[in-house]
């Protein structure tokens, strides 16, 4: 079973930045390269949402509500998918999670808290 630890998360000033990690363990590094990775948040009392996506050739999605201010990256090599979050602003706050998709199966986290105070 796949395993994802998400880390990076806290507490920030608004106007400050974050960088969260999500490590995969128990899957290859080959596996892992072909997976799509992706950020979701979500805030209390609301449905999760995406925040940014990764596939296996790099190319990238993001909410409306984050673009310019945020870049998802992977790092192959270490099974692990990057979340550097800029210019947070209270709306950012929520707990983010990781998820990895192989084929038809999708993986989460456990989640990381973000809280960005005014």
């Known amino acids: 079973q796949v395993q994802l630890v998400e880390s990076g998360g806290g507490l920030v000033q608004a106007g400050g930045s974050l960088k969260l990690s999500c490590a995969a363990s128990?899957?290859?590094?080959?596996?892992?390269?072909?997976?799509?990775m992706g950020w979701y948040r979500q805030a209390l009392g609301k449905e999760r949402e995406s925040v940014a996506t990764?596939?296996?050739?790099?190319?990238?999605n993001y909410a409306d509500s984050v673009k310019g201010r945020f870049t998802i990256s992977r790092d192959n090599a270490k099974n692990t998918v990057y979340l550097q979050m800029n210019n947070l602003t209270p709306e950012d706050t929520a707990v983010y999670y990781c998820?990895?998709?192989?084929?038809?199966?999708?993986?989460w986290g456990q989640g990381t808290q973000v809280t960005v105070s005014s």
């Open positions: 990764i596939s296996r050739f790099g190319d990238t």
């Open positions: 998820k990895l998709s192989l084929v038809a199966s999708d993986y």
């Open positions: 128990r899957i290859s590094r080959n596996i892992f390269s072909i997976t799509h």
